[in-house]
């Protein structure tokens, strides 16, 4: 079974650019989960989609970022413009459905850093 | 608001010896408790889950992990360490009546050493 896909793997980018990040789910799953994960910390969830509606954002900070998963499949985190502050390692994870009690599956990660 | 505190920012086991991962969580109600293990350079791996019934939960890699209620606790255990499990270790939770938002613990850096 194929694991959850992102790209790209690292990112540099200057403050005030934009920037997006891809996930393609485990094939079958309907719940799609965004997450920030800065250095010394546990990911934080920045958004929940089951299949292509969202489920959480309230985490999210809307001003500048912005998700999307049309079709129920795939999804994009996007941040415009971007601070120092986002630096940090954005995390896709997918579980067969929104039940708490489904364990999460992760893909690698985009280390994205703002200078 | 639900929270997890992992109190060590780091645990180094000898190999072959047992080895804890502590966990402590606050959550309303009866949680749900997860561990995941990352790998440098890689994503989180799922290694086992608390939900209900029996206190002790074998999960991946001979790991196993204790719930406590009284104690609030779900501390990672292994009776004997490989230098294979030095990685980042995470503990979650989840409120099954409340916000469905998952909640990670800070992490454990464990190192097991030759």
């Known amino acids: 079974e194929a694991g959850v896909a992102q790209s790209p793997r690292y990112k540099i980018i200057e403050k005030r650019q934009s920037v997006a990040f891809w996930c393609n789910p485990i094939?079958?799953?309907?719940?799609l989960y965004w997450y920030q994960q800065i250095l010394g910390q546990g990911p934080k969830l920045l958004i929940q989609f089951q299949n292509n509606g969202v489920v959480d954002d309230s985490q999210l900070p809307k001003d500048r970022f912005s998700a999307e998963r049309l079709k129920g499949v795939d999804s994009t985190l996007k941040i415009q413009p971007a601070k120092l502050e986002d630096s940090a390692v954005y995390l896709c994870?997918?579980?067969?459905?929104?039940?708490?009690?489904?364990?999460?599956?992760f893909g690698p990660g985009t280390r994205l850093t703002v200078t | 608001a639900q929270s997890v505190a992992q109190p060590e920012d780091q645990v180094n086991v000898a190999e072959g010896n047992p080895l804890t991962v502590k966990c402590t969580y606050s959550?309303?109600?009866?949680?749900?408790l997860f561990w995941y293990v990352q790998y440098p350079n890689r994503g989180l791996q799922f290694l086992l889950k608390?939900?209900?019934?029996?206190?002790l939960v074998k999960g991946s890699y001979g790991f196993e992990a204790e719930f406590n209620k009284s104690q609030t606790s779900f501390h990672l255990k292994k009776p004997s360490a490989l230098v294979s499990d030095s990685a980042l270790y995470f503990c979650?939770?989840?409120?099954?009546?409340?916000?469905?938002?998952?909640?990670f613990g800070r992490g454990t850096s464990l190192i097991v050493h030759p």
């Open positions: 959550v309303s109600g009866n949680p749900y």
């Open positions: 979650a939770a989840r409120d099954p009546g409340g916000s469905y938002i998952p909640t």
């Open positions: 994870a997918s579980s067969i459905g929104q039940v708490t009690t489904y364990e999460q599956y």
């Open positions: 094939s079958g799953h309907a719940t």
């Open positions: 608390y939900i209900t019934g029996d206190n």
